[in-house]
């Protein structure tokens, strides 16, 4: 197991690594791998787990029953995901989370953090400081999210998208962690009109691209 990459994760932010290694029994954890297009969690499943992405990255996506599919937030090395789930007890998913390629992902108990322990390790308060600050992060996310699918116009919903990128990564040429199929389940519109309006924004010099790089011009 990789501690570097914990001790980066929000949950253990101002963590010494040598002490992650000994939360780590304390809190059950427990790391598994996963295949390319593999459920982590399914709709309908109930976990007290959360999972934090060692490698690869994951997607959260949300089907109807007409097989429309909708993807709400993809999850890279070191962020977590299924923390609210993992709260709110005997609560059912209503997601699911499936593996973007081959992935190592971190389960951990989320009971374990918010019960002391028998040997009263000093690290609960800590840990508990962090997983607020990952619930209000996701609620942010979600707003975002919602900035993004709230335009009317696909143009609009594109532009709102690497706007976005453009702050969180610095930069006016972005790389987005999607192909075209999931970048057009993410803006929740079709990919063959997602395909039109790019090429119709890259002739007018709005933005230039290839493939999942984007240039804002």
């Not at 709709?43 to 999972?51: A, C, F, N, S, V």
């Not at 395909?195 to 230039?208: F, T």
């Amino acid at each position: 197991m990789n501690i570097r990459i914990l001790s980066g994760t929000p949950l253990f932010q101002g963590i010494k690594e040598q002490e992650i290694e000994a939360m780590l029994q304390c809190l059950s954890a427990e790391e598994k791998e996963f295949e390319k297009d593999a459920y982590i969690y399914r709709t309908g499943d109930i976990t007290g787990r959360l999972g934090i992405v060692m490698e690869g990255s994951v997607n959260i996506i949300k089907d109807d029953v007409w097989g429309n599919r909708k993807i709400i937030e993809n999850i890279g090395q070191g962020q977590i995901f299924a923390e609210t789930y993992a709260c709110l007890k005997g609560e059912a998913m209503m997601v699911d989370v499936q593996a973007l390629g081959p992935a190592r992902v971190l389960f951990v108990d989320v009971k374990r953090i918010l019960t002391t322990c028998p040997s009263a390790c000093d690290f609960h308060a800590r840990l508990i400081r962090s997983l607020m600050y990952v619930l209000a992060h996701k609620n942010l996310v979600l707003t975002k999210k919602m900035d993004v699918i709230t335009p009317k116009s696909l143009r609009e919903r594109v532009l709102v998208y690497l706007s976005q990128e453009s702050v969180k990564q610095g930069n006016r040429t972005v790389t987005v962690p999607f192909n075209r199929q999931q970048m057009a389940d993410y803006l929740s519109v079709d990919r063959s009109a997602l395909s039109g309006e790019l090429s119709r924004m890259q002739k007018e010099g709005v933005i230039a691209y290839e493939k999942n790089r984007f240039q804002i011009l």
